[in-house]
């Protein structure tokens, strides 16, 4: 499976709770933040998805965060 679609799943599990891009690099355990980033602001960008700052459902810190809007 592609980081990317590991990364896509990590958000979509959890519903509409919000996650910060250091926490789906914590929970799939990635290497980078960076990358993390980088398919989190892609994915802001569709329909299914909304990244917007607020608190994040795991580690509770203010931080862009990232939610599915399914």
């Known amino acids: 499976m592609l980081v990317a679609e590991r990364v896509n799943q990590f958000i979509t599990e959890r519903k509409s709770k919000p996650v910060c891009d250091g926490c789906i690099v914590d929970g799939l355990k990635l290497t980078t933040q960076a990358h ?9 960008t569709t329909s299914d998805f909304k ?8 580690c509770k810190n203010e931080r862009t965060v990232i939610r599915s809007s399914m």
């Not at 990244?51 to 795991?58: A, V």
């Open 36 to 44: 993390a980033a980088q398919i989190t602001a892609a994915l802001g």
């Open 51 to 58: 990244r917007e700052r607020g608190e994040c459902s795991l």
